[in-house]
């Protein structure tokens, strides 16, 4: 009985060691996971600063100063080509061109060059040709968070207009007994050779 007694107290022994251990890993993990959970909040702080926000709305604008627009692209364009495009316009910092989820291409690009007095000479290049097709090239405009234009809802064929109600039949009665049943007419039998 003393030997159970002993081996019971051995054995929680070694529980509870295990138990300590784990303990101590959780209390680890915790600690890792409030450092990362303060370094995300720190990133997300800065973004949710105003100043920050006002710089970084600012530095758009700055760049989209010095774009441009080019639509009508053909599919099979490359940004070296449309950067040559427009090399003659000035020094041509970054080409983009926007891609659906795909990986296809939406058929326009941003042309950001490095000095802006570049954007009205490559605004000239309005209606040129590139791999057979024209251009369209405009300024780059800058989106303003927050700000879309309002678009009027257009009515839906399928769902009837606002404010209608949709027709209801009216349930359809049957007379009792028969009385005001219309008698019909039959036509007299056709016999056919063939049946």
């Known amino acids: 009985m ?7 107290a051995g054995e929680s022994g070694a529980e509870l060691d295990d138990m ?7 209390e680890d993990e915790a600690v890792a996971l409030r450092e990362m959970q303060a370094k995300v909040e720190k990133e997300m702080g800065s973004v ?3 100043a920050a926000a006002a710089a970084n709305q600012a530095n758009k604008e700055e760049v989209d100063s010095r774009s441009v627009f080019v639509g009508n692209v053909d599919y099979s364009c490359t940004p070296e080509e449309v950067q040559q495009h427009f090399q003659s316009c000035g020094t041509v910092n ?3 061109i926007r891609t659906n989820k795909f990986g296809q291409p939406k058929g326009y690009a941003y042309v950001e060059f490095v000095e802006p007095e570049a954007v009205q000479e490559a605004i000239l290049l309005n209606e040129s040709e590139l791999h057979g097709r024209q251009l369209k090239v405009s300024a780059k405009r800058t989106n303003v968070p927050g700000m879309k234009p309002y ?9 009837g207009f606002p404010g209608r109600t949709p027709f209801m039949a009216a349930p359809y009665f049957f007379p009792p007994y028969g009385y005001g049943k219309i008698p019909r007419a039959r036509a007299p039998m056709r016999y056919s050779p063939y049946f």
């Open 2 to 8: 003393e030997d159970d007694v002993e081996m019971a």
């Open 20 to 26: 300590k251990k784990r303990l101590k890993e959780m």
């Open 48 to 50: 949710q600063d105003p």
């Open 94 to 96: 970054r080409v983009t």
């Open 151 to 159: 678009r009027a809802r257009r009515p839906n064929l399928y769902m």
